[in-house]
């Protein structure tokens, strides 16, 4: 084998051969995307993806509110996609983790363009919604927007 001790060639974390020795390491970034079939088993298994991939970047401390907060964007994704006219078999669900300094950055993709209100106590009002009010207690900040192709993103961003 040649190279350098210490280097493992192809790995993305790895110096390339012809870069200074003292360049600082650069460590992969923090990513995790999955794509859930609209199905009622889609949401225990986004819940276990990001508890697992949560811990495994040193957040344990995030991770139950991250399973929360992955739980009732997917729920909603879910449900948004199945009250969408078409096709029999509704779109599927993308979820992103993506690590950040100092937290997690939770996305999830359905193809409604829908964008979800949070619950208000008003008589008259479609029941739901307190899943919002759930993910903007916990996260730092939340928000929504339509994807150019159709369809939308909710975003929320736990930990500082």
């Known amino acids: 084998m040649s190279g350098r001790a210490g280097v493992v060639p192809g790995h993305p974390a790895t110096p ?6 003292g360049a600082a390491f650069r460590p992969v970034p923090r990513l995790s ?9 889609a949401v225990p298994s986004a819940r276990l993806h ?22 009732e964007l997917v729920t ?11 096709p029999a ?8 983790l993506t690590g950040r300094p100092l937290g997690v950055q939770v996305e999830v993709w359905d193809g409604s363009d829908d964008l979800p209100e949070p619950a208000r106590d008003r ?5 739901g919604g307190w899943g919002l009010v ?7 900040r ?13 975003w929320a961003v736990l930990g500082a």
């Open 50 to 71: 990001a508890r697992h991939v949560v811990r495994e970047w040193g957040m344990a401390g995030l991770a139950a509110d991250c399973e929360l907060v992955v739980a």
């Open 142 to 154: 939340w928000g929504t927007y339509r994807t150019a192709g159709g369809g939308k993103c909710v």
């Open 33 to 41: 995307a999955l794509d859930l079939a609209p199905l009622d088993t």
């Open 76 to 86: 909603n994704a879910i449900q948004a996609g199945r009250r969408l006219p078409g």
């Open 16 to 21: 390339a051969p012809d870069s200074d020795a």
């Open 123 to 127: 008589p008259g009002d479609e029941p």
């Open 134 to 140: 759930l993910v903007a207690a916990l996260a730092a």
């Open 89 to 96: 078999v509704p779109l599927p669900v993308r979820l992103r």
